[in-house]
């Protein structure tokens, strides 16, 4: 039952991977992305990381997936791209080339060391519990343990909000808005310049 | 096969990879690259998870949810540097990122 889950849901999650890259149209890209992340988040399941697995389809298919479409829409890229030209010439055989002496090297290793590639002791202090709940046993982690790694998250998370605010703001050469004419405009002269040419 | 259900992971786990970093390589969208780096964290989370089970521990799943949340970070910023391009000069491809350089 374990394989045939695992068997299904990596041919979702590679189909995806596979039409994330190739797709012409970036929010068929997206789709794909979509598709792979449930299928890993099946795998999670399958691997008994049930947080995760809800983890993963609240944060990545329902925040980051959603904010990336909600950029493409607002910056209007979702056309076709040309893929047949290469801008690069040989780019794409050479990172297909690298991609698959990386491959080669990683399956090469897995597949001559067999389980001796899981290196590493089992755990003592923070194994696994046949019998405390899964959210219950990594919320207790978290705050114990690992209680200064998410107080630096926290601050990341505030630091990514500020950044994004900055760079996505305005910059002050740029006209800005003008008033609204009743409001301001008397009928003696402008009160604000015309918008020109790279304001829009 | 049963027991050789960690190492299906792990080899799943590359090849994911391997598809996120080869597109990266290839494609000039930047949202798409950005897509193929989450895919490439992906692929990291579920070998973490699978070690995580395979050695009976529990912090494989916390660090995939600490990787999560910077995931998370980095999208934000990423889009809101796309966008901040892309205001500049609309179709924008990775190409225009050097109007980062000063």
Do not use: W
Not at chain 1, 36 to 48: C, E, H
Not at chain 2, 48 to 70: A, E, W
Request: glycine share 8%; aromatic share 6%; with cysteine.
């Amino acid at each position: 039952m374990e394989t045939a889950v695992f068997v299904v849901s990596a041919l979702i999650v590679l189909a995806g991977g596979l039409g994330v890259v190739s797709s012409r149209n970036p929010v068929h890209s997206a789709l794909s992305l979509i598709a792979t992340l449930f299928g890993i988040a099946v795998l999670f399941l399958n691997l008994g990381a049930e947080l995760l697995a809800v983890v993963q389809v609240i944060v990545y298919t329902g925040a980051i997936v959603v904010l990336i479409l909600f950029v493409m829409m607002l910056l209007g890229v979702d056309r076709e791209e040309d893929l047949d030209t290469e801008p690069l010439v040989g780019q794409r055989f050479l990172a297909g080339l690298i991609g698959l002496l990386f491959l080669g090297a990683i399956l090469a290793i897995i597949i001559v060391g067999k389980e001796a590639i899981i290196t590493g002791s089992r755990s003592v202090t923070s194994a696994i519990s046949p019998t405390v709940s899964n959210v219950t046993q990594i919320g207790t982690e978290l705050f114990t343990t690992y209680v200064f790694p998410l107080e630096i998250t926290a601050g990341l998370l505030t630091i990514a909000v500020v950044g994004a605010v900055v760079l996505s703001r305005r910059p002050r050469d740029l006209e800005p808005i003008p008033e609204p004419e009743s409001m301001t405009d008397m009928g003696d002269e402008a009160l604000t310049t015309v918008p020109e040419e790279g304001a829009h | 096969m049963g027991s050789n259900l960690p190492l299906a992971y792990l080899m799943l786990s590359a090849i994911l990879f391997v598809i996120g970093g080869v597109g990266v390589l290839i494609r000039r969208n930047p949202l798409v690259m950005i897509m193929c780096v989450e895919l490439m964290l992906n692929a990291v989370n579920l070998s973490f998870v699978t070690f995580g089970k395979t050695l009976d521990d529990i912090s494989g799943q916390i660090i995939v949810f600490f990787v999560m949340v910077v995931a998370a970070a980095e999208v934000v910023v990423g889009l809101a540097l796309i966008v901040a391009m892309a205001r500049r000069r609309p179709g924008a491809t990775a190409d225009d990122l050097r109007t980062l350089r000063g």
